[in-house]
């Protein structure tokens, strides 16, 4: 427990990031989120955790309009990233994603090599001026991800030839590049072997210092060990929502309780 | 007997075969059939193969066989001297049988009885008339109806004994898998190794006519070699043959036609199959796609000839009435631009189907790891899914590119049959394939080199095609290695 109030030292934010109102999905008839309303910190790591098909990683969709691509999908209610409506129609989804960057479930490298699966971003937006500063930029994401080391000296070979751990860390370098506010993680460590998820963990640690991370994942324990607030989902409504060390400690709601106590799941 | 009844009663015989054997495992087992080796279809059909395959197989040979020995039992009636100056044995034979089925007609017509059939002679003019007069006269030497009678005893006589012998055969087949039948009898491997039998056979009969053809292809090209010289084949540019002598045989007009009809095909056809393809795969709502895709793949369903006749008579006057006239490039109704145009028309569904299946099966992931990335879906698809596609892609450009040059019949309606080396894309050329049919149609000796340049023409054409094929299976090969 004293890693834990450590950790809760450290939470001095509370410029809000992101705000949810009153928020619904529906895929098709299904009706997938209910009214949830959630403020997430800037510079903070918030967890979202509950059982399979309760709705974290639709609601974590919605959150860079990831949602768009499916034809079913309809959002109502407002998300605003620093005050203003991302569903407003001047806001153009690939601008929002450019500043809400995602890392999925399953490691998915693209075809490329490493240097160009980091740089892809960065290209497109227009982030480097010359070679030199894309160098700059691939080697500081690759070292904020913990990569470095391991890849530079083959930068050039097809990142689909690393390893599991290697591929999903490239795909955090690679969302990293893009220089974004907010960083999406899709139960990244769920394909992952235990060694490679602790130094996922470890680097979702480092990289509050520079951005709001959201992180969906079903693991209890990695959502206690890395984010300071947790929001728990169940059947489409956010039951509760709090700093994590409340939440695993005193859960308000019988059915937070129920659920990391292990009654439901 | 007819085959075909002895076709039918072994059939008849195997599938009571089958009754009877899966009964008499159940009744062994008294009805329990956990007690069984196999399961008991197994045993029926171990004995109906038995009954079945054996007779077949001996009907089979029998049916090659047979007509190669009565050949050789009729030609000893045939003296010498029956042989009219400028006749062969072979067509006094062809003769003899020719007189052999009408006697045979004639007595399914009761024309005549089976025995004054037999004892027909040149002198009997009474049943000579008879025969007349039924529209089936037989007007030939006494050597050759002798012969020819022969020739309808023998084969009589054959056919009886292929009856007999093959229902034999399958009775005994029958007979012996039925006694062999017992509870612990392995029917299930016994019949699965005759399946496999049967696997493997088919599968032989693919390759074996492929090496069937190569063969010939190689063996009709060597003796065309030993007549012309393969320099001049090979390398030479000029294309006139003649059967008088003195023609000059160079292919290298021919596959200058073929490859640059092929490229103007590929330059059209790759660039909107693709696009099309793009479109279907990545753009088009569900609805739109089930009807543009099948509607894009009766293109596919046309015969070349029909895409031959549009050449004809709507591109290549449009062309040389449009383009080729106020260019002043020519003014030839058919040429090198209209061929390749249609052809290309033809090649584009073999594009964008085969790479609308392959952008589909790039990743969903990839193109969310793109889209999440801020990229707009314009930059993913050139620069995430065309680059995971590409092998694929590139396989499915050979495939056509292989079709390009074995076609045929739009190079022939497009593109004439004027073998020269141009540059100029509005005159008329030919193709290999084109030439091939030209030298082989037509009452020509077999023998001579203006023949048999078609033989090298196909093995070249074969071995340009077998390229392209494999190095695109090899392409695809490696693609599909990369998401399994």
């Known amino acids: 427990m004293n890693d834990m109030s450590l950790v809760e030292r450290e939470v001095t934010q509370d410029d809000i990031k992101i705000t949810a109102r009153d928020v619904q999905v529906y895929y098709g008839d299904k009706h997938a989120i209910k009214d949830v309303n959630v403020d997430i910190l800037d510079k903070t790591v918030t967890a979202f955790i509950g059982p399979s098909g309760c709705g974290k990683s639709t609601f974590l969709r919605c959150i860079n309009r990831m949602n768009d691509t499916i034809d079913i999908a309809r959002i109502e209610g407002k998300i605003a990233l620093d005050g203003e409506d991302i569903y407003d129609k001047r806001v153009d989804p690939v601008q929002l994603r450019a500043k809400v960057g995602m890392v999925f479930q399953k490691p998915n490298p693209f075809p490329k090599s490493i240097y160009d699966n980091v740089a892809y971003g960065p290209r497109i937006h227009g982030l480097a001026r010359n070679r030199a500063d894309l160098d700059e930029i691939v080697e500081k994401s690759l070292r904020g991800s913990a990569l470095w080391n391991e890849v530079k000296d083959r930068l050039h070979e097809p990142g689909t030839g690393l390893s599991g751990g290697q591929q999903q860390r490239l795909c955090i370098a690679r969302a990293v590049a893009t220089a974004p506010e907010v960083l999406l993680m899709d139960e990244p460590c769920s394909a992952l072997d235990p060694i490679a998820t602790s130094q996922v963990e470890e680097l979702i640690d480092q990289l509050r210092e520079d951005f709001s991370v959201v992180i969906v994942t079903h693991s209890m324990q990695q959502a206690a060990r890395v984010s300071q607030k947790t929001a728990f989902f169940h059947l489409g409504n956010l039951v509760e929502y709090g700093d994590t060390d409340d939440i695993f400690t005193r859960p308000q709601d019988p059915r937070t309780e129920s659920y990391i106590s292990g009654r439901i799941g | ?484």
């Open chain 2, 1 to 484: 007997m007819p085959v075909f009844w002895i076709v039918l009663i072994v059939l008849a015989l195997s599938a009571a075969g089958f009754v009877l054997g899966r009964g008499r495992v159940m009744a062994q087992a008294q009805g329990d059939s956990r007690k069984l080796h196999s399961r008991p279809v197994y045993y029926g059909w171990s004995v109906a193969l038995y009954t079945a395959l054996p007779a077949f197989l001996v009907l089979l040979i029998w049916l090659f066989v047979q007509p190669v020995i009565i050949q050789r039992s009729v030609s000893k009636y045939i003296p010498d001297e029956a042989i009219a100056e400028g006749q062969t044995r072979g067509i006094v034979m062809g003769e003899a049988s020719k007189i052999a089925s009408t006697l045979s007609v004639a007595v399914g017509q009761d024309v005549l009885t089976r025995p004054e059939a037999l004892t027909l002679t040149m002198d009997d003019t009474e049943r000579l008339d008879r025969l007349k007069a039924a529209q089936l006269p037989v007007l030939t030497k006494p050597d050759v109806l002798r012969a020819a009678q022969q020739y309808l005893r023998a084969t009589h006589i054959g056919s009886l004994w292929l009856g007999i012998v093959t229902l034999a055969l399958s009775g005994a087949g029958l007979v012996f898998a039925l006694l062999r039948i017992r509870p612990d009898f392995r029917a299930r491997n016994v019949v699965e190794r005759v399946m496999r039998g049967l696997l493997i056979g088919c599968s032989t009969i693919a390759i074996a006519t492929t090496a069937g053809i190569v063969l010939s292809l190689v063996f009709e090209s060597i003796s065309f070699f030993r007549l012309y010289p393969w320099q001049d084949f090979f390398f030479g540019t000029e294309w006139t043959p003649s059967f008088g002598g003195g023609s000059k045989l160079g292919m290298l007009p021919l596959l200058w036609g073929t490859l640059y009809i092929s490229v103007i095909a590929l330059l059209f056809a790759v660039p909107v199959g693709l696009f099309a393809a793009i479109y279907m795969s990545e753009y088009a709502s569900p609805r739109v796609r089930s009807v543009v895709k099948p509607a894009i793949e009766i293109l596919a369903g046309i015969p070349t000839i029909v895409y031959g006749l549009f050449a004809l008579v709507t591109v290549g006057p449009l062309i040389r009435d449009w383009l080729a006239q106020p260019m002043g490039l020519g003014n030839s109704g058919s040429s090198v631009m209209t061929a390749g145009l249609v052809m290309g028309v033809m090649l584009i569904p073999f594009v964008s189907s085969l790479s609308d299946d392959i952008i589909n099966a790039v990743p969903q992931s990839l193109r969310d790891g793109s889209l999440g990335l801020g990229s707009t879906h314009s930059e993913t698809i050139r620069q995430v899914v065309l680059p995971a596609a590409l092998p694929g892609i590139v396989g499915a450009v050979l495939l056509a590119a292989s079709r390009a040059i074995g076609e045929t019949m739009i190079v022939v309606l497009g593109a004439g049959a004027m073998a020269q080396i141009s540059g100029n894309p509005f005159e008329a050329m030919t193709t290999i394939t084109v030439k091939i049919v030209g030298q082989l149609t037509g009452d020509n000796d077999f023998a001579s080199p203006e023949t048999l340049v078609a033989f090298a023409l196909g093995l070249t054409l074969f071995v340009l095609t077998l390229g392209l094929n494999i190095f695109a299976l090899y392409i695809v090969r490696k693609y599909r290695e990369q998401y399994e």
